[in-house]
T-cell receptor, first 116, second 114 residues
């Protein structure tokens, strides 16, 4: 079945540091890939997405590129801020089900802590 | 309201009891999803509604779990004969159309079975 593996946390960085959170996936078809973020006390929010190989999703200074050859979707940001502290989830959606949030498979989440 | 609303925010129940968890989606959203998040894990898909019907219930773990959405808006997740292993945060999300890849999540209901 489908699965998502992301790096264990917590990840602690200083403000303005470069961020990478690794994510790899296993899927039988051609999934869409997502990063969701959960800020303290809030619900999950879609951060960015990519629907086909070599697509780059970007939002709020974060980027991730859909790499089919390495089955990866690593999240990067050039200069993190304290306000980026949150839990980040990598996820995939098997397009057999039509997309949306039907049957999203999530990773376990990576807790990111940014220190001033 | 402006976002997906879930009630109650916290529920403590005794093993063997029946519980209902409610989700109010964003007004006008036709698709509604339930997920379960156990401690230290990512959310796991339970069931997806398109309108009033369950389009995909492949994630429901067993027949103790059931969900309804009778008027295509509010949904209720029902758990019979609760077990301690059912303790988790139950998340609801909604989106506008089948092709909409952005789903908006509520803050969840934390269920604790004692």
């Amino acid at each position: 079945g489908d699965s998502v593996t992301q790096m264990e946390g917590p990840v602690t960085l200083s403000e303005e540091a470069f961020l990478t959170i690794n994510c790899t996936y296993t899927a039988t078809g051609y999934p869409s890939l997502f990063w969701y973020v959960q800020y303290p006390g809030e619900g999950l929010q879609l951060l960015l997405k990519a629907t086909k190989a070599d697509d780059k999703g970007s939002n709020k200074g974060f980027e991730a590129t859909y790499r089919k050859e390495t089955t990866s979707f690593h999240l990067e940001k050039g200069s993190v801020q304290v306000s980026d502290s949150a839990v980040y989830f990598c996820a995939l959606s098997d397009l057999r089900s039509g997309g949306g949030a039907d049957g999203l498979t999530f990773g376990k989440g990576t807790h990111l802590i940014i220190q001033p | 309201g402006a976002g997906v609303s879930q009630t109650p925010s916290n529920k403590v129940t005794e093993k063997g009891k029946y519980v209902e968890l409610r989700c109010d989606p964003i007004s006008g959203h036709t698709a509604l999803y339930w997920y379960r998040q156990s401690l230290g894990q990512g959310p796991e898909f339970l069931i997806y509604f398109q309108g009033t019907g369950a389009a995909d219930d492949s994630g429901l773990p067993n027949d103790r779990f059931f969900a309804v959405r009778p008027e295509g808006s509010v949904s209720t997740l029902k758990i019979q004969r609760t077990e301690r292993g059912d303790s988790a945060v139950y998340l609801c999300a909604s989106s506008g159309t089948l092709a909409d890849t952005e789903a908006f999540f509520g803050q969840g209901t934390r269920l604790t079975v004692v």
